[in-house]
């Protein structure tokens, strides 16, 4: 396709509107709509696969105006009734469809790639880990919406109608909502399996910074949507009933490829991404190679954050600060260690806190662990956030409360100060018996480790 054809085309299609509808539908879901992907680790312009991840999570809304907008645009010779006039001339199929498909194709993978761009702008000017990972996750996510377009023409080509827009629009929203009931959660559900799941072009919501998509996933969605397009292509070529039955033979090849490759099991579906995950040091406090950027402030406040744990846990203080990378699913309990204070900078407690607060965070995490399941950034049950405040206030000699939660000041105060005072009215030896006791419990995840600080013995 020369210039003038392209430029021809975008005028008298529907293409540029296609282009238009996908970028801004996305820009105003992540800019306008507050969420995941406007706060936390995942924040979609912090890292690069975070970056890729959120927008190909997009395509649930997007994917669907792109098949429909491109059946649209396969009615347009049967609108014009030019179609038996252009089966009658000497130029291939092949090269009409190309013509008609190129100028949305274009148009649609030009749109996803100035969304991309948005957020990349906005990754490069912040500190984040820099890798090229993440490309796979957007080129796929690119096929996906170019194959939609070419399969709506195919679909519009074959079955001319005026219902037939609206009717692939709603059919594909259909499919890929019924396969995002398995790919949102963390076990296959009855309804639908992992490898049935992973057919949709749409990908999970972000929820741990660390994970990625593995090789198998991408190969085996190419493969499905590379049958998927070749389908809609010669659906879009065919002039004849048996050339339109023939042309469903790339989609099953593609499918019973892809389901061959794609994984059945989640964890391997979405994996940790090893390198971003390497860890960094300074000394006894180290961090992932993802948020190496926090690595000198950490350093600082946990350095004495450790030293101050062993003033008040002796032996049994933990020697080290790293951040965690376990996996967990939502309402898992936080990962705990005797050896290591774990950091989770999802936590706001933690990533609200700077110079001597974010000590107090770090002391409060290692002397008593939080214990309860979190699912945002709450950093815990109003009790957890109570137990921490008087052990860290049993190191620096004040009761205050923690920033960064969920929990107001006040209410943090009212359970905390009866504990507190009670706390208090014991000789330094019990308040020390009182801690190690507390700091057992949070570990073990066994006790109420606020009644411990407070009254002592077992509950």
């Known amino acids: 396709m020369n210039g003038r054809v392209l430029r021809t085309e975008l005028r008298r299609t529907v293409a540029p509107w296609a282009g238009a509808v996908v970028l801004v539908l996305a820009l105003a879901f992540l800019l306008l709509i507050p969420g995941p992907w406007s706060r936390g680790t995942v924040r979609w312009t912090d890292q690069w696969t975070s970056l890729a991840m959120w927008t190909r999570s997009l395509l649930v809304y997007l994917w669907p ?139 999970s919501q972000v929820r741990e910074v660390l994970l990625t998509l593995s090789a198998s996933a991408h190969l085996g969605q190419t493969l499905w949507l590379l049958g998927l397009g070749a389908t809609g292509f010669a659906l879009l070529a065919a002039a004849t009933r048996r050339g339109r039955l023939l042309a469903w033979t790339p989609v099953l090849a593609g499918a019973v490829l892809a389901l061959l490759v794609l994984p ?101 995490e290692g002397l008593v662990p939080s214990c309860s399941p979190r699912t945002g950034n709450e950093s815990g049950t109003l009790q957890d956030i109570a137990a921490q405040s008087i052990a860290a206030g049993s190191v620096t000699g004040k009761l205050e409360p923690f920033g960064g939660t969920a929990h107001q000041a006040a209410d943090q105060r009212e359970i905390a100060r009866p504990a507190w005072q009670r706390f208090q009215a014991q000789p330094r030896a019990e308040q020390r018996t009182r801690i190690r006791a507390a700091h057992t419990a949070a570990l073990s995840c066994k006790g109420d480790v606020l009644h411990k600080l407070s009254a002592g013995g077992a509950r």
């Open 264 to 364: 059945s099991d989640p964890r391997r579906t979405y994996v940790v991404d090893e390198a971003a995950a390497a860890m960094v040091c300074e000394g006894p406090v180290c961090v992932t190679k993802t948020h190496q950027a926090r690595l000198h402030e950490l350093a600082d406040a946990g350095k004495q954050a450790l030293h101050e744990m062993r003033g008040a846990l002796g032996d049994r203080a933990p020697r080290q600060i790293r951040e965690s990378t376990e996996l967990r699913a939502l309402g898992d309990t936080p990962q705990r260690s005797r050896e290591a204070v774990l950091v989770d900078f999802d936590d706001g407690m933690i990533a609200a806190a700077e110079g001597r607060e974010l000590t107090r965070a770090l002391l409060a």
């Open 65 to 203: 105006p792109a098949v429909g907008l491109g059946a649209l645009q396969g009615l347009r010779d049967h609108r014009a009734r030019i179609s038996e006039l252009l089966t009658s001339t000497p130029r291939p199929a092949w090269h009409r469809a190309a013509a008609l498909a190129g100028p949305s194709v274009l148009t649609l993978v030009a749109a996803f790639a100035l969304l991309v761009a948005v957020g990349a702008v906005q990754v490069l000017a912040g500190p984040a880990y820099q890798h090229l990972g993440w490309l796979p996750i957007s080129l796929v996510g690119a096929l996906s919406l170019a194959v939609g377009a070419v399969l709506g023409m195919g679909l519009g080509r074959a079955l001319p109608s005026v219902l037939t827009p609206p009717a692939v629009t709603v059919a594909a929203f259909v499919f890929i909502t019924l396969l995002r009931v398995s790919s949102d959660t963390a076990v296959p559900t009855p309804l639908v399996s992992n490898r049935l799941s992973l057919l949709s072009p749409a990908v």
